[in-house]
Structure formats: structure tokens, C-alpha cells
């Protein structure tokens, strides 16, 4: 069972998008585990203070190490559980680091607000900083629920079929194929006949001959990283 700590000043807005849907079906199904942890309750003072102002000058607050700390070892209780950081200076996040985190089954991920934390905290308890991209949220509340999607996802049973994610863009290094459903026939536009024929390994195909083009035209950068031959990806896009 996948199972994720999440450290945050605001529970309440985690727990309202990973307690519902598909994630908030799996936690109430046993298949996956999902903490909120109030930084505040381990404040120092009877204020719940989590912030200070940053020495050496400069405009905002950080966060302070102490209650950080608190919250960490009341979580790990000596024990080393894989802790992450969301932070704009981290490695971006793809597909391959949410399989990466899944294989852990424990994991702990940190939000920082303000103008970020103490490196101290960072130093002594933060094993990777992880970024969702090349811009700067408020809070790592948004990109904590990302990645806890993308990661709880792939448990197996909590989606109908592993087939539901398997298939979709960035797992196997490609982008998703376009879909189609009901009517036939929309505004003029007809679904591919393919899709329609039944034929199921033409349909397989046609699939990947479409991904390989979506990936090669939007995404040159995941286009030349397949494992695939040239040789075979020409085939493929010939046919």
C-alpha cells in the first residue's frame, strides 16, 4: 500500500482534492494511505507561529526550522522515510519520478509557503527537492497534489485497469494517441474509420503511429529519447 505524509498549512485544501474522485475512493478502499500534518500544531509558541523574518534583510517571511522539525519527527519517529520538498529550485517532475516514488511506498512531501524555508530544516531532513515546472506557485500545496495523484494513480486497483495509465501520455515516453467517443459523426467530422473496424491490432497501429507523430511534432525533446530504433520508428510512420 502506497501511503504519503503530507506536511502543510493548509490541510484543508489537500484533503478537499485527494478526499475525493478517484484518489478519495482508493483511500476509502484501503489501497492507499494519505496523511495531512498541520505544521502549525507544532509551533513553539501558543500563537501557532510558523514564520519568521529572514536574516540578512529581504522582503517576506520563512519558514522556521523548529516547528518544521517537530512535524518531521513526530512523522518518521526515528525512523528514515523518503522525504521530498516542493520547491521551484528542485528537479522537474515527470512520469519516470512518479514510478520512481511509488516504488518507496512511503513517502514524505513538504510544502513550503511564504518566501520558502530554512535551509537548516532543508539540510537535515529533505532528501530531494522536486519542482513541477519553471514557475513559482504561492505554496507547494498544488504541486504536492500532483504528485500524489500521479503517484497513487499506478496503485494497482485504483484505477478500473492498469491499461488506464499505461496508455497514457508520458509513461512509456510517448504522447497519448487522440480519442475519440459518441456520435460517429461531430460537426462534419467523421472518427477514424480504423477505430471503428474492430480490427484490433490495426487499431494498436494506428495508435502508436499517432503518438509517435504527436510526440515527435510537439515534444522533439521525449521524441529523441525512445527506446526504439530509427529504423523501426520510420516503419512504423511510413506505414
Known sequence: MMKIDIMTLFPEAVEA???SS??????KAGLLEINTHQIRDYAIDRHGRTDDYP????????MQCEPLYRC????????????VMMSAQGIPFDQGKAKELLAREHIII???HYEGIDRRFIDECVDEEISLGDFVLTGGEIAAMAISDAI???VPGVLAEDVCFEDESHYNGLLEYPQYTRPEIWHGVRVPEVLLSGHHE???????????MLTKERRPDMFEK???SREEIEKILKE
Open 17 to 19: 482534492v485527494l478526499g
Open 22 to 27: 478517484i484518489i478519495g475512493r482508493g483511500r
Open 55 to 62: 536574516y540578512g534583510g529581504g522582503k517576506g517571511m520563512l
Open 72 to 83: 518531521h519527527s513526530d512523522i518518521v519517529k526515528g525512523q528514515h522515510i523518503h522525504t
Open 110 to 112: 513538504v510544502c513550503g
Open 152 to 154: 497513487c494513480r499506478m
Open 202 to 212: 490495426n487499431i494498436r497501429k494506428w495508435r502508436l503511429k499517432q503518438s509517435l
Open 226 to 228: 525512445l527506446e526504439m
